[in-house]
């Protein structure tokens, strides 16, 4: 998998001369990336201060849906076991890869009308990534239970002969069976103990049958022996084959437990079986689900952002680019030569970060153009915080000097945003 650079710059004379300006810089000319247009339709822009708002709401609306995308493709990688390798195959969106999917992004008009308000539009992406998100938890729990059972049943019939459930060994002919004095016990006897066995079992205790002992299986290490006793004998003789290294299981011969153990193990794997197939199809079906909508956040964050930059009228270029791995570094450095004059401070909150009590700055990306990352490397699954949403519009203060406003609820009058200062953040209406 990949990952892609979803930026924005503001429109020159046109917009196609923005795109090809960048096409030129980053693809043309030095091959630093792949680049394509991302086509965002004309969306409702609204007041100012809602799209402040909104512009917070999208950035926990995209951490949600990022990690509901990543927690339905890692569970379909778990669900698949042995098939891992034909995971990606199936993470697909709208019937095609994740690469063509993005590289060729079409708004969905009849699931996102843009008609609709921007609020309006993210709470129907958020409603619908939660029903995911509600309906994936249910359905793993019910599938993680089911085959938390069949592996625990089939961890029974496994193992070495000294855990191990030794109903799939023994037969019926291999026990003395309603006996009201003997007794039929099974022992587990190291394969080097084996010739001590023969010589000592006749003699652990009083009233051990002759020659009743046999061997019915064997592991690496053990094997499985019978041996017929009188009930009054059998706690001497545990204690004395302890002694030796002879460990007597605890098994009774019951028909009717086996054959219900048999029949619970093939009910189980039968379910199994049955649950797989549409699971497998509702994870197919909403991971696209959930990708998609990830994506169309993604348009909401580049749209709401460039308009608080760049102003009124809208008049921006959406751009991804799918960059090199060897020469991001190049390629970051192309694009601040291109853009920096949008934002001469944007230089400094890259190469000196502030250091505030409380916060991290310096992890935070911002640069003088509308900047997101599509990560599609999605089984690799990272914690993913939403709690420095704030900071991010911290990092905008020079970036919308004419749109970026504090609107005082009291006087209904504008104010300046809060300013960064060496000690902190100083809000000018406290």
Not at 94 to 116: C, E, H, S
Not at 203 to 210: I, N
Not at 304 to 310: D, G, H, P, Q
């Amino acid at each position: 998998m990949t990952e892609f650079w979803l930026i924005s710059a503001p429109g020159e004379k046109t917009c196609q001369q923005t795109w090809e300006k960048l096409h030129a810089a980053t693809t043309k000319n030095n091959n630093l990336a792949v680049s394509s247009k991302f086509n965002i339709p004309d969306l409702k822009v609204g007041t100012l201060d809602v799209l402040v708002g909104l512009s917070d709401e999208l950035a926990k609306l995209d951490a949600f849906v990022e990690g509901v995308v990543k927690k339905v493709a890692q569970y379909m990688a778990d669900v698949l076991e042995d098939s891992k390798d034909k995971v990606q195959e199936n993470l697909l969106a709208n019937g095609v890869d994740l690469v063509t999917y993005i590289t060729r992004f079409q708004w969905d008009m009849a699931k996102y009308p843009i008609k609709q308000s921007l609020k309006n539009i993210s709470e129907i992406i958020a409603k619908g990534v939660t029903q995911i998100d509600n309906d994936l938890k249910s359905r793993a729990s019910a599938y993680n239970n089911l085959k938390g059972n069949l592996q625990n049943l089939e961890r029974k019939n496994a193992g070495s002969l000294l855990t191990r459930s030794l109903a799939e060994i023994v037969k019926k002919d291999d026990f003395v069976l309603d006996s009201e004095y003997l007794v039929t016990l099974l022992v587990v006897v190291p394969k080097l103990n084996h010739n001590d066995w023969i010589k000592q079992y006749e003699t652990l205790a009083e009233m051990v049958v002759p020659r009743s002992s046999n061997v019915l299986s064997e592991d690496q290490d053990s094997y499985l022996c019978n041996v017929t006793l009188f009930r009054k004998a059998v706690d001497d003789f545990r204690h004395k084959a302890r002694e030796n290294k002879f460990i007597v299981r605890d098994f009774q011969y019951n028909e009717e437990e086996m054959k219900a153990d048999k029949e619970e193990m093939n009910r189980l794997s039968t379910d199994k079986k049955k649950q797989f197939g549409p699971l497998v199809r509702w994870l197919k079906v909403n991971f696209s689900e959930a990708f998609i909508a990830w994506i169309h956040v993604k348009a909401l964050r580049v749209f709401v952002e460039s308009v608080l930059r760049y102003g009124l009228p809208v008049n921006f270029q959406a751009m991804l680019l799918q960059p090199n791995k060897k020469t991001m570094k190049k390629l970051r450095e192309v694009l601040h030569e291109l853009y920096k004059h949008l934002d001469s401070s944007a230089a400094a909150i890259i190469d000196a970060p502030m250091d505030i009590p409380g916060l991290n700055l310096s992890q935070q990306e911002y640069y003088p153009y509308v900047y997101y990352k599509i990560d599609c490397n999605l089984l690799e699954f990272k914690p993913h915080s939403i709690g420095s949403s704030w900071i991010s519009q911290l990092s905008y203060l020079s970036a919308r000097p004419a749109f970026y406003i504090y609107m005082d609820q009291e006087k209904q009058k504008a104010l300046p945003w809060p300013k960064l200062t060496s000690v902190g953040v100083h809000c000018p209406c406290k």
